[in-house]
C-alpha cells in the first residue's frame, strides 16, 4: 500500500510541483497543501488525467483554527501554581474584524480514486477576506453541492460559483454560524413557548457555559518523531 | 378547461413515508415531479461540534446516535480514526468480534430498511417478518453490551469486554406461561455465539421467505422497475457509495478494496446490479444479507477456537482491570487519568472509512495534541445520497418519490448529525 502511495506521491510532485506542497503524515495518508488560486486547476486535472482519475470527491470539510493547540489548563507548571478548578476561557474574538488571520479557515477536500484505489486530502486555506471566499468544485464533483453549502452553514466559508448556496443544517432565519470556534456550544438564542403573545419566542440563552473536562495538551514523548524511529530500528 | 398550472406541494417533516424528519418540497405538474428540494437539519444536533467539548471516548455514544439502525458501525469507524493516531495495536479477537458485529449491524440495518420500504410501497407483511428477525439480533446487542440499540460497545484498541457465556433469559410473569416461556427460552440456553449461530442457521431460510413475497411479485417490481435510474458515471459524480454504488453496478465495496480489520481474511461475495434502479438496489441488499450472515457464520467459527485478550494492553488508551487495580499503584493511576482527562492523541489528522450498511462512512479527525478532537468532520453516506433526490425523482409520480426514499435507506440521524 505505502509503495504505491510513494508512486503516487511522486507523480503528484512531478505534474504539480510547487503548486501543492505535501503536509507530513504519522499515518501513511496523502495530505496536501495549495493554494486557493490554484484549486480548481488542479483539482480539475486531479480528476480528468488518467494518472490520478479522482472522480470521486467523498467529503468536503470546513476547519476553524481560532484556537489550534491551545489548551484550558496549563500542564507543565500546574504544580509550582497550584492545580486550579476554574478554567479560564478563551476570549471571544468578533467576527466584525476586516481580515482574518490568513490561516484561520481550511476547507478540507478528500478524494478517493475508483479505478487505481487511492485516497488523497487536499487542504487549501481562504486567506485574510472576511468573510472567507474560495472558488466552488461543483463543476468538477457535483456531489459536492450540499458539502459545500453544510461548510457555508457552518463556518460561514462562500463558495464562489455554488449554484445554490443556502443554509442546509440550521434553522430556517438562523444567526451566525455555529461551528466557528468563537461560537458557544450552547449558542446565543433559547426558544420558549410564550403563553400570553401565543407563540415561539427567541431570548438570549440562561444557563451558564460550563466545562467538565479541561482541555489540556500534555507532552508525550513516545509521539515524538525521532523517538519513534529509535524504538522501530 | 383551464389549463393545468404547476405547483408547489409540501412534503413531510411529519409523514410516515419521510423515514423521520424529511421535508421535501416538491414542484409539481400534474402529477410529474419537476423539482423536489430536501430540507434537511430538523434533526440537527451539532454532534461534531459536541465531539470536540468532550475527551474522546466519551463521544463512543454519540456515534450509535448518528445513523441509529447501524449502530456499531458508526463506532467502528471512529474507533479507527483514533487507532491510526494512536497507533494502538488492536487484538484479533477484538477484530473478529467487531467484524461480526459489524455485519449483525448490516443485517439489523438492511432488514429495517426492507420492512420500511417494503410498508412504504404497500407490503405491509414485510415490517411484521422483519422486525421478527431484528429482535433475535437485538438480543444479542444487549447480550454483548447491555443496550438493545445504542451499544457504545467498541473502544479505542479493542471491545468493551469479551463475548457472554450465558445468554440473558426470559423471566417468568404473570403475563406468559410455562409452554410460552420455554419456548421464548429455548435458543438461549448456551452461549451468545451458540444463540448467534442457530440464528444464522435460521436466517437464509428467512430471507427466502422475504423474496417470495417480494422478488417476483408484479406489484413491487411495478414500482420499483425503472423507478430513480442512475448511470454508473453519475453514482460517482455524485458521491454515491455502498448499495447506491454497487447497484448501478460499480464494483466497489471498501471491504474488498481496502479491507480493514480482519475482512482480508474472510471469504465472501459483492452483489452489484446493472441497471441501476431500485429493484437493483433491493436485490443488491437482500444479496449483502446473505453475504452478511456467511461472514457471521465465518467469524463464530473463528471466535470458539480462539480465546484471547479483546482489548490492548495499552493503558495509557484502555483501562486496567479492576483486579489489577486493587494492587497495582499505576493501574490505579492510569484509571484514574483514562476517566478523568482522558487521553492525550498525537498532533495529526486522519480519515478512517468502513463499509457502513449505507455506503462510505467517514470519520476524518483533525488533533492538534490535547484530550479532545480539535474538529471531528462525520462523513455520512446518506446526506450525499439525499442531495441526488432531486436527480432521481425528476420526470417520475408523486408516488414514486416515497420508492426513491426508500431505496436510498434514509435515516435523518447521519444525514443531520
Known amino acids: ?233 | 378547461m383551464a389549463e393545468i398550472q404547476s405547483y408547489t406541494m409540501n412534503f413531510g417533516p411529519q409523514h410516515p413515508a419521510a423515514h423521520g424528519v424529511l421535508r421535501l418540497v416538491l414542484e409539481i405538474e400534474g402529477e410529474t415531479i419537476q423539482k423536489a428540494d430536501p430540507h434537511v437539519g430538523l434533526l440537527h444536533r451539532a454532534t461534531e461540534k459536541l465531539a470536540e467539548s468532550k475527551p474522546f471516548n466519551q463521544s463512543i455514544g454519540y456515534m450509535d446516535r448518528l445513523d441509529y439502525v447501524s449502530m456499531m458501525c458508526n463506532e467502528h469507524a471512529y474507533v479507527m480514526a483514533i487507532e491510526k493516531l494512536l497507533g494502538v495495536q488492536v487484538p484479533e479477537r477484538a477484530q473478529y468480534i467487531r467484524v461480526m458485529f459489524d455485519e449483525i449491524t448490516r443485517i439489523l440495518n438492511h432488514l429495517m430498511w426492507l420492512g420500511a420500504h417494503g410498508l412504504d410501497i404497500g407490503a405491509m407483511t414485510m415490517f411484521l417478518y422483519c422486525f421478527r428477525e431484528r429482535e433475535d439480533l437485538m438480543d444479542s446487542y444487549e447480550a454483548v453490551s447491555g443496550t438493545r440499540m445504542h451499544a457504545t460497545y467498541y473502544r479505542p484498541g479493542g471491545v468493551y469486554r469479551d463475548l457472554p457465556d450465558v445468554m440473558p433469559k426470559y423471566q417468568e410473569s404473570k403475563f406468559r406461561n410455562k409452554n410460552e416461556l420455554d419456548r421464548m427460552n429455548s435458543i438461549r440456553e448456551g452461549s451468545l455465539l451458540d444463540f448467534i449461530d442457530a440464528f444464522c442457521d435460521r436466517f437464509p431460510g428467512c430471507v427466502d421467505e422475504y423474496e417470495t413475497l417480494l422478488t417476483d411479485n408484479r406489484i413491487w417490481k411495478q414500482r420499483t422497475v425503472n423507478i430513480g435510474v442512475v448511470s454508473p458515471d453519475r453514482a460517482m459524480q455524485l458521491g454515491f457509495s455502498g448499495p447506491m454504488l454497487r447497484g448501478s453496478g460499480v464494483e466497489w465495496d471498501l471491504r474488498k478494496k481496502q479491507p480493514y480489520d480482519v475482512y482480508d481474511r474472510i471469504d465472501f461475495d459483492i452483489p452489484v446490479g446493472v441497471n441501476g434502479d431500485c429493484y437493483d438496489r433491493y436485490l443488491v441488499r437482500v444479496e449483502e444479507m446473505r453475504q452478511s450472515n456467511r461472514i457471521i457464520k465465518q467469524c463464530i467459527a473463528w471466535l470458539r477456537e480462539n480465546p484471547g485478550p479483546v482489548i490492548a494492553e495499552d493503558h495509557k488508551v484502555t483501562p486496567p482491570s479492576r483486579v489489577e487495580m486493587k494492587d497495582d499503584m499505576e493501574s490505579l493511576i492510569h484509571h484514574f487519568k483514562l476517566f478523568t482527562e482522558g487521553y492525550c492523541v498525537p498532533e495529526g489528522e486522519a480519515y478512517a472509512a468502513v463499509e457502513h450498511p449505507k455506503g462510505e462512512f467517514g470519520i476524518y479527525i483533525l488533533s492538534d495534541g490535547a484530550n479532545k478532537p480539535y474538529r471531528l468532520k462525520i462523513r455520512a453516506p446518506g446526506f450525499a445520497h439525499l442531495s441526488a433526490m432531486s436527480e432521481m425523482v425528476e420526470g417520475h409520480m408523486l408516488a414514486d418519490v416515497v420508492a426513491v426514499i426508500g431505496t436510498q435507506d434514509i435515516v435523518f440521524g447521519e444525514v443531520d448529525r
Open chain 1, 1 to 233: 500500500m505505502s509503495e504505491r502511495y510513494d508512486t503516487l506521491a511522486a507523480q503528484l510532485h512531478e505534474r504539480f510541483g510547487e503548486q501543492i506542497r505535501r503536509v507530513p503524515s504519522t499515518c501513511g495518508e496523502l495530505t496536501y497543501e495549495l493554494d486557493k488560486d490554484d484549486l480548481i486547476e488542479v483539482a480539475t486535472a486531479l480528476r480528468n488525467e488518467g494518472a490520478f482519475g479522482f472522480e470521486m470527491l467523498m467529503d468536503v470539510c470546513g476547519v476553524d483554527y481560532l484556537n489550534y493547540g491551545s489548551d484550558e489548563w496549563t500542564t507543565n507548571t500546574a504544580t509550582d501554581t497550584g492545580f486550579s478548578r476554574g478554567v479560564e476561557r478563551q476570549p471571544v474574538i468578533l467576527d466584525e474584524a476586516d481580515e482574518f488571520e490568513p490561516n484561520r479557515f481550511a476547507v478540507v477536500y478528500h478524494l478517493l480514486s475508483l479505478q487505481h484505489n487511492f485516497r488523497m486530502r487536499l487542504r487549501v486555506f481562504t486567506g485574510t477576506s472576511n468573510p472567507p471566499i474560495i472558488k466552488s468544485v461543483v463543476d468538477i464533483w457535483n456531489g459536492a453541492n450540499w458539502f459545500e453549502r453544510e461548510a457555508f452553514d457552518l463556518f460561514g466559508i462562500l463558495f464562489d460559483g455554488h449554484p445554490d448556496l443556502r443554509r442546509i443544517l440550521t434553522d430556517y432565519g438562523f444567526i451566525g454560524h455555529p461551528f466557528r470556534k468563537d461560537f458557544p456550544l450552547m449558542g446565543n438564542v433559547e426558544v420558549s413557548y410564550d403563553a400570553d403573545e401565543g407563540r415561539v419566542v427567541y431570548k438570549p440563552v440562561s444557563i451558564e457555559p460550563r466545562t467538565l473536562v479541561p482541555r489540556v495538551i500534555r507532552d508525550d514523548n513516545r509521539y515524538e518523531a525521532d523517538l519513534k524511529d529509535v524504538t522501530d530500528g
